[in-house]
């Protein structure tokens, strides 16, 4: 069984940073996408970004392009989120998720793995 453990939420203000942490307790897969989503009061789990963990090919939400970076370092066997220029509309639960194969998918349904999510609110 795969867990993912997240880290790095928390209250700041529009336009400061955050970075968010994501580490699988193994990556038994021969290839994997790790994947950060969001859910915010009253809306649908969104997708927000996704990385291939070989090759480190990246597909983000519009929304955030520009401001996030996803990435993964192999040595630690972790993915980052990146958050900049925070907006008060990125305000909600960030879920790690990881699935087996090599296609990111923005469809929640596709993610095999979650974590228990962390919080990120952002005050204007």
């Known amino acids: 069984q795969v867990q993912l453990v997240e880290a790095g939420g928390g209250l700041v203000q529009a336009g400061d940073s955050l970075r968010l942490s994501c580490a699988p307790s193994?990556?038994?897969?021969?290839?994997?996408?790790a994947a950060w989503l969001r859910q915010a009061p009253g809306h649908e789990r969104q997708y927000v970004a996704g990385i291939r963990w070989i090759g480190g090919h990246t597909y983000y939400e519009d929304s955030v392009k520009g401001r996030f970076t996803i990435s993964r370092d192999d040595a630690k066997n972790t993915v980052y989120l990146q958050m900049n220029s925070l907006k008060s509309e990125d305000t909600a639960v960030y879920y790690c998720a990881l699935r087996r194969g090599a296609v990111i998918s923005t469809e929640t349904i596709m993610y095999e793995y979650w974590g228990q999510g962390t919080q990120v609110t952002v005050s204007s």
């Open positions: 193994g990556r038994p897969f021969s290839d994997a996408v």
